[in-house]
């Protein structure tokens, strides 16, 4: 269970980019919205539905996922960067994605580019 979408619409804007965004490492590259997975979909909207873009400010300020080994997190972890880095309204906006090693971070961006 995921965290309540405060902004549905602001969610379902960066669920849209979201769902676009193919698995480079793949048979045929899918989109995300293709791929079997479940789980990801309803934290993507909770991720980007606690963000009230008029205040610029984060309902949520830190979220929790507890998946077994070998369910995309990485690859997940690394999609969310890429729809933030996209659908960000703001000029000159942060964003950072702080893994154990660089090992793990290419597991995040490798599968993605």
């Known amino acids: 269970?995921?965290?309540?979408?405060?902004?549905p619409e602001t969610a379902e804007k960066y669920l849209k980019v979201f769902n676009e965004l193919q698995i480079t490492d793949l048979l045929g590259t899918p989109k995300i919205?293709?791929?079997?997975y479940a789980w990801y979909s309803d934290f993507v909207k909770s991720f980007f539905g606690a963000v009230d873009?008029?205040?610029?400010?984060?309902?949520i300020q830190e979220f929790f996922v507890l998946i077994p080994k070998k369910n995309a997190k990485s690859t997940i972890s690394?999609?969310?960067?890429?729809?933030?880095?996209?659908?960000?309204?703001?000029?000159?906006?942060?964003?950072?994605?702080?893994?154990?090693s660089r090992e793990v971070v290419n597991n995040s961006f490798i599968p993605i580019v």
């Open 1 to 7: 269970m995921f965290y309540p979408c405060y902004y």
């Open 33 to 36: 919205k293709d791929l079997p």
């Open 53 to 59: 873009l008029e205040k610029r400010e984060r309902l």
């Open 78 to 100: 690394g999609l969310i960067m890429l729809t933030a880095l996209i659908a960000n309204p703001y000029q000159g906006a942060e964003f950072a994605l702080i893994a154990a």
